[in-house]
């Protein structure tokens, strides 16, 4: 429950809470407990579906690094094609990108490189899919991994007699794919951090009845995918 009052007063940086949202309280408890503490009741509902959508996020690493995030949440409705249009315009707003846009049937989705959002119709309703990759730091490090392979490779070359390479290359290979490596680690937990707090808003602001739009922490910012 703490995690959602939290949440409700900083905005949607406010970090992640392992719990559950609601901690067995319904949303109208959380809201009327708020009202008593001088919460808005939207920002309340606001909370728990950013932290809803936390619960179910999802990641790809490499190294243990985040070098794709992705959010999810699931409309207990049907997006309007107004709502999809005002969505659209957000995500342009807050990612800074013109991005493209493309409709196979009840299927919408949202590209801009690898940052993607997907409409997605269930048996009860809508669900949104929010993810990015981000392919610079990405290659770099796959980049900084196949130096270090090839250094590897030439030392153990020769160490049975081989001399392919001799210790400046060995080293320059070293040193090589160890600052791509670096290079691309460096910025991947600032880039997943703001990526997943961009996510969360728009996918718990979406969640939210029609007409119920709290003001909460600014989390644009947006930059490259």
């Known amino acids: 429950m703490g995690a959602i009052f939290r949440v409700a007063a900083e905005g949607p940086s406010a970090p992640p809470h392992q719990l559950a949202p609601t901690d067995g309280f319904t949303l109208a408890e959380l809201q009327a407990i708020g009202r008593e503490a001088g ?131 060995l080293a320059g290979l070293l040193a090589g794919g160890l600052l791509l490596i670096a290079n691309g680690a460096v910025r991947l937990p600032g880039w997943a951090r703001l990526r997943g707090r961009q996510m969360e808003d728009l996918a718990a602001r979406l969640a939210l009845p029609p007409g119920a739009e709290p003001e909460v922490g600014d989390s644009t910012g947006g930059g490259r995918a």
Request: hydrophobic share 45%; net charge positive; glycine share 12%.
């Open 39 to 169: 919460i808005a009741p939207d920002a309340v509902a606001h909370a728990a579906q950013t932290l809803a959508v936390r619960q179910g996020a999802a990641s790809r690493t490499l190294l243990g690094l985040p070098i794709g995030v992705e959010r999810r949440v699931t409309l207990g409705r049907r997006l309007t094609t107004a709502e999809w249009e005002q969505l659209v315009v957000q995500l342009r707003d807050v990612f800074q990108a013109r991005g493209r846009i493309r409709s196979e049937g009840s299927l919408r989705q949202w590209t801009n490189g690898n940052l993607y959002v997907l409409l997605e119709p269930t048996p009860t309703g809508d669900r949104l899919r929010l993810g990015s990759l981000h392919a610079g730091a990405t290659a770099s490090i796959r980049l900084g991994l196949v130096g270090l392979g090839s250094m590897a490779f030439l030392a153990i070359a020769n160490l049975f007699g081989a001399h392919m390479a001799d210790l400046g290359t």
